[in-house]
């Protein structure tokens, strides 16, 4: 860790600590720790590595790159919200991981094909609604602060797989994204898995998409970036962060 903040961008001579392009920091992607299901042994590296990298780094933000799975701490959201019995035991916990000291905003995952059945059917619908939803809400109701969902998507290897159907994910992971934009709630943002250039198929994991070959799939990214961009233009109007923001930043200054 700190070898890359420290790192100087040979074509900017920026250190990567000092980078303005640099959105924030992820701790890990995707950690379980299965060898203790108490959460407590991931619990104290988070707690470790975010200080330190707040050390070293204060300028930018830090995220741990969780899947999002609930665990001791909350075991009746588990069990209502969670995959299956098997996430409850990996040693991660969604809302006591992000209650740690140096960790800005939440992270969560969505993959119904691995997490339920690679067998594409209407419960991996159902689940992106439910656990889409479930996390926004928690983020803002119980951690206080926003949730970035960094990876979802649909395989192209799943059983029963149709691009209409990915497609249909895209669009309701979209929509309540927008929805929660529009209310100024804890929706920050999505991120699909994976964005392919036209060339590069041949690392395609099953969960690419390239532009020019998905059309359909193209517009429906581009006109939420649109709408994104038009929703967060008058943000300071119905964000309900930006007053307790605003005012905490004037207490430190």
């Known amino acids: 860790m700190q070898a890359v903040l420290n790192r100087v961008n040979t074509l900017t001579n920026v250190m990567y600590k000092e980078d303005p392009?640099?959105?924030?920091?992820?701790?890990?992607?995707?950690?379980?720790?299965?060898?203790?299901?108490?959460?407590?042994?991931?619990?104290?590296?988070?707690?470790?590595?975010?200080?330190?990298?707040?050390?070293?780094?204060?300028?930018?933000?830090?995220?741990?790159?969780?899947?999002?799975?609930y665990g001791p701490s909350t075991i009746e959201r588990a069990q209502e919200i969670n995959p299956s019995s098997y996430a409850t035991k990996v040693g991660t916990d969604f809302i006591r991981n992000h209650q740690v000291l140096g960790v800005d905003f939440a992270s969560a995952h969505i993959?119904?094909?691995?997490?339920?059945?690679?067998?594409?059917?209407?419960?991996?619908?159902?689940?992106?609604?439910?656990?889409?939803?479930?996390?926004?809400?928690?983020?803002?109701?119980?951690?206080?602060?926003?949730?970035?969902?960094?990876?979802?998507?649909?395989?192209?290897?799943?059983?029963?797989?149709?691009?209409?159907?990915?497609?249909?994910?895209?669009?309701t992971v979209y929509n309540i994204m927008l929805s929660s934009a529009k209310q100024g709630g804890g929706g920050g943002g999505s991120l699909f898995w994976q964005l392919f250039p036209a060339g590069t198929e041949y690392m395609d994991d099953g969960d690419a998409i390239v532009l020019s070959k998905s059309t359909e799939t193209s517009s429906i990214i581009s006109l939420h970036s649109a709408r994104l961009k038009i929703i967060n233009s008058v943000c300071s109007l119905r964000c309900r962060w930006s007053c307790k923001k605003k005012s905490a930043m004037e207490k430190e200054l």
């Open 21 to 69: 392009t640099i959105f924030a920091w992820e701790l890990i992607n995707e950690p379980r720790c299965e060898s203790d299901p108490s959460g407590d042994k991931l619990q104290a590296w988070i707690q470790e590595m975010a200080v330190y990298v707040k050390s070293i780094d204060p300028k930018h933000m830090v995220e741990i790159g969780l899947e999002g799975f």
């Open 111 to 171: 993959y119904a094909d691995a997490w339920i059945s690679s067998t594409i059917t209407e419960a991996h619908l159902n689940f992106f609604r439910s656990w889409t939803q479930a996390h926004i809400d928690d983020a803002e109701r119980t951690l206080g602060m926003p949730v970035v969902f960094g990876e979802f998507g649909v395989s192209s290897k799943d059983v029963g797989f149709n691009a209409s159907f990915r497609d249909t994910v895209y669009s």
